[in-house]
T-cell receptor
Framework: DAGVIQSPRHEVTEMGQEVTLRCKPI?????LFWYRQTMMRGLELLIY????????DSGMPEDRFSAKMPNASFSTLKIQPSEPRDSAVYFC????????????FGNGTRLTVT | AQSVTQLDSHVSVSEGTPVLLRCNYS??????LFWYVQHPNKGLQLLLK??????LVKGINGFEAEFKKSETSFHLTKPSAHMSDAAEYFC???????????????FGQGTTLQVKP
């Protein structure tokens, strides 16, 4: 089991550029979650999918953020245009989807927007 | 609505002494509860989970937690701290009954555990 795989591990970009974060969930997991972690706000749920369908995107901060899950093994989180306040660690996690099932996290993408 | 409150933002212990990280929850039904640990520059890792079976749950690395419904608590303990236990710990509650397929988790604000030599 390779776990949840995120890429890239680090991303440094200039304000205004488009950023795409990628995630491969654990095979067989049908729920996928995108979180953002900062010192100020802690861990925030941005959006989650169940069976590739977005269920709750109320945590997505602005229209600049979008997420897709075209198939069961791949998801992207896109920020366009990026701003310095988007700097954070972005985590992807997956689970089997039942209410009592734990999340399995990737190692995160550290995004720095200058 | 479900919620969790971690009562301490920072806990400092000496190596070899007991660890207690406190968590209280609020839930309108029998909850699923979890503790996660995050080491620096790493993702979160599941320590243990409670899903309405035994109230005393044993996890990895010698940690355990006890579900106390009367106190709405799920405190994390370890008899003897090790330097490698220094990390951020999160108490988590599921927002859905066990039979639901939404599986959204509610995270506490985290407790930083410092272990002094």
């Amino acid at each position: 089991d390779a776990g949840v795989i995120q890429s890239p591990r680090h991303e440094v970009t200039e304000m205004g550029q488009e950023v795409t974060l990628r995630c491969k969930p654990i095979s067989g997991h049908n729920s996928l979650f995108w979180y953002r972690q900062t010192m100020m706000r802690g861990l925030e749920l941005l959006i989650y999918f169940n069976n590739n369908v977005p269920i709750d995107d109320s945590g997505m901060p602005e229209d600049r953020f979008s997420a897709k899950m075209p198939n069961a093994s791949f998801s992207t989180l896109k920020i366009q245009p990026s701003e310095p306040r988007d700097s954070a660690v972005y985590f992807c996690a997956s689970s089997t989807g039942t209410g009592g099932s734990p999340l399995h996290f990737g190692n995160g993408t550290r995004l720095t927007v200058t | 609505a479900q919620s969790v409150t971690q009562l301490d933002s920072h806990v400092s212990v000496s190596e070899g002494t007991p660890v207690l990280l406190r968590c209280n929850y609020s839930s309108s039904y029998s909850p699923s509860l979890f503790w996660y640990v995050q080491h620096p520059n790493k993702g979160l890792q599941l320590l243990l989970k409670y899903t309405s079976a035994a109230t005393l749950v044993k996890g990895i690395n010698g940690f355990e937690a006890e579900f106390k419904k009367s106190e709405t608590s799920f405190h994390l303990t370890k008899p003897s701290a090790h330097m490698s236990d220094a990390a951020e710990y999160f108490c988590v509650v599921s927002d859905a009954p066990g039979s639901s397929n939404t599986g959204k988790l509610i995270f506490g604000q985290g407790t930083t555990l410092q272990v002094k030599p």
